[in-house]
């Protein structure tokens, strides 16, 4: 018996991490290796103070939270630092599943940071998760279509009015993502806030927040689903297509246009030095800001990227942790990142550097998007918010501008009050 | 039909008619052996479920624990007057009663070959029997690559251009079921192939000397025969197939309205985090199962009793 017990403590003395040295795990999206890479560098620096293990989560983005989530609601003491979806940063926050950054260690964790970033990783006046990257979504298009079509969509105010009927013109496609899932909210949201309007305002007052899906806004957002979808640019898949359906139909014979992610870019360049795709089309990709709804009032492109939460129960969540996030979301580390994994930096400044220029031409359009983007609805509640409005706007060609956006309106209010399931 | 033998459980209704001191021994003796086992049961089944019902009366979510009140049957109200519920539950219903129609017929096909085989007897089985081998999830990835439009082979093959699948319910449903039939079919012909393996060879032959067709045959005495062996396959295939969920999981995720109540429940539980809500439909979901068991094994008794001669 003794012999078992001193095997066990040995055994769980190896899991406390090798010879004293603090571990903390960080919790990451999937990457290509780009955060693994990072936390070996940071690691380093610290010059033996703390270890970073990572541990992969979840493919996407609602699979991630319900993860962390659950892991956090047992107050799981061994999650101390984790790459969070902007969305849910407020509903974790809410809970008490992060510590907050004191105003000193939030100062220095936002200096220079774009304020869409700041302001999703912020709640109730507390800076909740550093910003990592940040994310938005250009117009990608294959310049000879645009050709034929004979438009420029680089021109200020090109509408996406004037991106169906050039699609359609050029017998080519129009790229979304229009699954049932967090991307298809984006667009949604995207849409809403360039017609000048909001999904839900005053998420601080819960199930009393204002909702303003069913405004003129929404109905001109549900006009712009409703005619792409039932047009012939739309996407024979769209109801079902992510990210990466709308990749492959741009490279697909009837490609023309899309609306994507900044990966898009390493992934074209990567995809056809493996052969994989036809060599010649990253020389025929183009991009241009995210089309607007109206033509008189700039688009608002969506917003994304990754933040780092510290966890609330982890044993180093006041020092080591605090020092790792510092670490990993440094200028310099932003930078190294970008470059590693296409990701874009949530700093400004690295978009002026010579070496991010060179390797993304289209850097200085990004950093612009970014600045301009509309971040989703900022609220505990904002899985249900997403969910709702998914389950009533989705699938895309069933969106009637008329009946839509007010439906979906009485429903998020019936949502958030429990009186209904989702 | 005097000289059909009584199935075992009709046996059992017999013993406690004319129950001895010598039987309630042994009765006594088969309770305190099982008695660690159903202990263990207990223990993982009956308090979970407890907990669940207890769960199930309150606005509870996960990631709001302090904002936790009670509601009594509140969620319940919600659920049953919600018309999503009742959409899963006939989407579920559908699927159950396709996938248990045609498992059966094609089921009782694949048995009556492997009884049959003459060469190639263990090849033959080993054949029929792969697809049940294969992890749900996986197969049901391999069917979504294949019915996919960027991956798939079925369209092409099939001549339909560029059909999408899963963009439509009845279409997504009809993926979904086929694989579930591939799936679990094997599983159904091996307990059918267990009833033929009971029927008496005699009885056959019999049935052949009078003029019988094989027809005749197949319903009038194999069949009858094996009716026991029927129901277990359907009921157990019943219960599997109401409460299907990894192949929606992997290829729908319940879009186009392809959601079944075990999608439903998770959704609410897992994902909204809405623990009072998800476990009053995971409540609902255990007392259909009850149902759908109660009225297979009340159908048992009938059949058992024609099967012995009652009537």
Request: net charge positive; hydrophobic share 45%.
């Amino acid at each position: 018996m003794a012999a078992v017990a001193v095997v066990l403590a040995g055994g769980l003395a190896a899991c406390a991490g090798g010879g004293g040295t603090p571990t903390l795990t960080w919790y990451i999206n999937p990457d290509d290796g780009g955060q693994a890479r990072l936390a070996a560098a940071c690691t380093r620096e610290s010059g033996g103070r703390y270890r970073i293990r990572t541990s992969v989560l979840p493919n996407d983005a609602t699979q991630q939270r319900e993860q962390l989530v659950r892991r956090l609601a047992a107050k799981d003491a061994g999650l101390d630092i984790m790459s969070l979806d902007p969305v849910f940063v407020a509903e974790a926050a809410n809970a008490g599943f992060l510590r907050p950054f004191p105003a000193r260690e939030a100062a220095r964790l936002t200096r220079g940071v774009f304020a869409p970033a700041v302001r999703n990783s912020t709640w109730e006046g507390r800076l909740y998760a550093a910003p990592f990257w940040a994310n938005t979504q250009l117009l990608w298009y294959r310049k000879s279509a645009a050709e034929k079509a004979g438009v420029d969509p680089e021109a200020p105010g090109f509408t996406w009015d004037a991106l169906i009927d050039a699609a359609v013109r050029s017998g080519t496609t129009v790229g979304v993502q229009g699954n049932k899932y967090e991307g298809y909210m984006a667009w949604v949201n995207a849409l809403v806030a360039s017609a000048g309007g909001q999904i839900i305002g005053d998420t601080e007052k819960g199930e009393d927040a204002s909702i303003g899906i069913g405004s003129p806004a929404g109905e001109r957002a549900a006009a712009v689903i409703s005619r792409l979808a039932r047009s012939k640019a739309a996407s024979p898949t769209l109801s079902t297509d992510i990210e990466e359906q709308a990749r492959s139909l741009l490279n697909g014979p009837h490609g023309g246009f899309m609306v994507n992610w900044g990966y898009i870019w390493r992934a074209e360049n990567g995809d056809a030095r493996d052969g994989v795709i036809d060599q010649g089309i990253p020389a025929d990709l183009g991009w241009a800001p995210y089309p607007a709804v109206d033509a008189g009032r700039p688009a608002r492109p969506p917003f994304g990227g990754i933040e780092l939460g510290i966890g609330a129960y982890g044993r180093y969540r006041s020092t080591l942790a605090v020092d790792a996030v510092g670490c990993v979301t440094s200028t310099a580390n932003m930078k190294k990142y970008m470059i590693d994994s296409g990701n874009p930096a949530a700093r400004a400044e690295v978009y002026d550097d010579p070496e991010v220029v060179a390797e993304f031409p289209m850097a200085r359009l990004i950093r612009d998007s970014i600045g301009a983007a509309a971040p989703r609805p900022i609220t505990p509640y904002y899985p249900d918010v997403s969910g709702a409005v998914q389950s009533r706007w989705h699938p895309p060609a069933s969106v009637r501008p008329e009946t839509t956006p007010g439906r979906s309106s009485t429903f998020i209010r019936r949502v958030l009050c429990g009186q209904v399931l989702l | 039909m005097t000289a059909v033998q009584p199935a075992p459980v009709a046996g059992l209704r017999q013993g406690r008619a004319e129950r001895s001191d010598r039987s309630r021994a042994e009765r006594r003796l088969g309770l305190l052996l099982s008695a660690p086992a159903v202990a263990i049961m207990l223990l993982v089944t009956a308090y979970p479920l407890v907990n669940a019902v207890y769960l199930s009366m309150f606005s509870y979510r996960i990631t709001a624990p302090d904002d936790r009140r009670f509601v009594g049957f509140g969620n319940y109200t919600t659920v049953l007057g919600d018309a999503l519920f009742w959409q899963d539950v006939f989407t579920t219903f559908v699927v159950t009663v396709v996938t248990v129609a045609v498992e059966l017929v094609i089921g009782f096909g694949l048995a009556m070959v492997m009884h049959r085989a003459v060469f190639a007897r263990r090849t033959v089985r080993t054949a029929i029997l792969l697809p049940y081998g294969i992890v749900t999830v996986i197969s049901a990835f391999a069917w979504k690559y294949a019915f996919d439009l960027q991956s798939g082979f079925v369209d092409s093959w099939l001549g339909l251009g560029d059909r999408a699948w899963f963009s439509g319910r009845w279409s997504s449903l009809s993926v979904v079921v086929l694989s579930e039939i591939w799936k679990t079919t094997p599983f159904v012909s091996l307990l059918l192939l267990a009833g033929l393996a009971q029927v008496p060879g005699d009885l056959g032959e019999a049935a052949t000397v009078d003029g019988a067709t094989a027809w005749q045959r197949l319903w009038r005495v194999t069949i009858p025969n094996m009716k026991a062996a029927i129901m277990v396959a359907a009921l157990f295939r019943t219960l599997d197939a109401w409460r299907i969920f990894d192949n929606v999981y992997v290829m729908t995720s319940g879009q186009q309205r392809t959601e079944t109540l075990s999608f439903l429940a998770y959704r609410q539980t897992i994902t909204r985090t809405a623990i009072g809500l998800g476990d009053a439909v995971g409540v609902l979901l255990f007392l259909s199962v009850v149902l759908i068991a109660a009225v297979f094994i009340k159908g048992f008794r009938v059949d058992l009793s024609q099967v012995r001669g009652d009537r």
